[in-house]
Nanobody, 122 residues
Framework: VQLVESGGGSVQAGGSLRLSCAVS????????FAWFRRAPEREREGVAS????????NYADSVKGRFTISLGDAKNTVYLQMSSMKPEDTAMYYC?????????????????WGRGTQVTVS
C-alpha cells in the first residue's frame, strides 16, 4: 500500500483547504485511515481518523467542527476538508493507514505513511 498526499498550500486565516490522500495497492484491505500533523518544535498530533470497518470517526479537540475526514466511494482516496483555518493549523500533514485501534494518541501503530503535504495558514 502506498499513500500520496496532495492539496497542501498557503491560505489565510479563516480560509479552507482540502487535502487528498491517494491510496494504491490494496485499499480495500485497509482497516483505518488517519491524518496526523507535525508543526516545527511541536509534537506530532493526530488530527482525524476513520475506521473503515464500522465508519467510526474521531477528531482531535483542536479541529472538531472545522475539519472533516472522508473516504471516496472507491476507497482509494481519503480526504481532509479543513475550514475556518487558524495559524496554529500550520504543519506538515501526513496520511497514515492501518492501526489496530484507529486512534489519534500515537502514530506509531500505523503501518503505512505518506510523505506529507505542507499547510501554511497566515
Amino acid at each position: 500500500v502506498q499513500l500520496v498526499e496532495s492539496g497542501g498550500g498557503s491560505v489565510q486565516a479563516g480560509g479552507s483547504l482540502r487535502l487528498s490522500c491517494a491510496v494504491s495497492g490494496n485499499p480495500a484491505s485497509i482497516r483505518c485511515f488517519a491524518w496526523f500533523r507535525r508543526a516545527p518544535e511541536r509534537e506530532r498530533e493526530g488530527v482525524a481518523s476513520l475506521d473503515t470497518r464500522g465508519g467510526r470517526i474521531n477528531y482531535a479537540d483542536s479541529v472538531k467542527g472545522r475539519f472533516t475526514i472522508s473516504l471516496g466511494d472507491a476507497k482509494n482516496t481519503v480526504y481532509l476538508q479543513m475550514s475556518s483555518m487558524k495559524p496554529e493549523d500550520t504543519a506538515m500533514y501526513y496520511c497514515v493507514a492501518d492501526a489496530p485501534d484507529c486512534g489519534l494518541r500515537s502514530a506509531l501503530p500505523y503501518t503505512y505513511w505518506g510523505r506529507g503535504t505542507q499547510v501554511t495558514v497566515s
